[in-house]
Each structure stands twice: as structure tokens, then as C-alpha cells.
Nanobody, 127 residues
Framework: QVQLVESGGGSVQAGGSLRLSCAAS????????MGWFRQAPGKEREFVAV????????YYRDSVKGRFTISRDDAKDTVYLQMSSLKPEDTAIYYC????????????????????WGQGTQVTVSS
């Protein structure tokens, strides 16, 4: 069992930056691919970014490429999402998720693939 707790959300103006953190407990995240998803009001949850178990592969949704960076620190059992050049359309609740995998290089963009989820952290970007 893995417990995930997100932090770092808040309110910023367009063009600003935030860094989200996802702290894991219960089991080391080193056995998991880690992803970030988000859900805006009235919309379905959508994939944002993922980092493979090895940390060597990352994948982003097109709308955040070049603005968001996902990273992991397995020594701290923490995953990060650095968000820059934020836009109002980035406003959502951001969720961290863990996918158990034997494969060090694979990454996953479907929510159904993930085994554990955090409670989410709100990000609000004003214009």
C-alpha cells in the first residue's frame, strides 16, 4: 500500500510558476512509475505528465510540453511537477498517481493504469 500526499498548489497569476510535490509513504516509490493528472471543474480527469520507474523517460501532454517538468527523487520518496508559464487553462486539481511496474523504462498515460492516487492539490491561475 502506498499513500500519496500532494502539496505546493496555490493561486498564481498567468505566467507564474509553481512546484508541486508528491510525498509517498508506505512503500518506496522506486518500484513505481509516477504520474500527474489534473481535473478541472466540469471536466474529466486528464493526464499531465509521467516519469518512468528509472527516471530516464518522461512524457507530457502536448499542452504542457516545454512548460512543465516532472522529476523524481527516490531517496526522498518524492515526485515533483515544476510548472512554469502557467495559463488560466491550467487551473485544476492536480493529482499524483503511482503505477507499480517491473519495467524501468515504461510510462503510462491512462488513469486506469495507476494503482494509487493522492487526494489532490488545487492550482488556480488567474489572467
Amino acid at each position: 500500500q502506498v499513500q500519496l500526499v500532494e502539496s505546493g498548489g496555490g493561486s498564481v497569476q498567468a505566467g507564474g510558476s509553481l512546484r508541486l510535490s508528491c510525498a509517498a509513504s508506505g512503500r518506496t516509490v522506486s518500484r513505481y512509475a509516477m504520474g500527474w493528472f489534473r481535473q478541472a471543474p466540469g471536466k474529466e480527469r486528464e493526464f499531465v505528465a509521467v516519469v518512468s520507474r528509472s527516471g530516464g523517460n518522461t512524457y507530457y501532454r502536448d499542452s504542457v510540453k516545454g512548460r512543465f517538468t516532472i522529476s523524481r527523487d527516490d531517496a526522498k520518496d518524492t515526485v515533483y511537477l515544476q510548472m512554469s508559464s502557467l495559463k488560466p487553462e491550467d487551473t485544476a486539481i492536480y493529482y499524483c498517481a503511482a503505477k507499480y511496474t517491473w519495467d524501468f523504462g515504461s510510462y503510462y498515460s491512462r488513469a486506469v493504469d495507476y494503482n494509487y492516487w493522492g487526494q489532490g492539490t488545487q492550482v488556480t491561475v488567474s489572467s
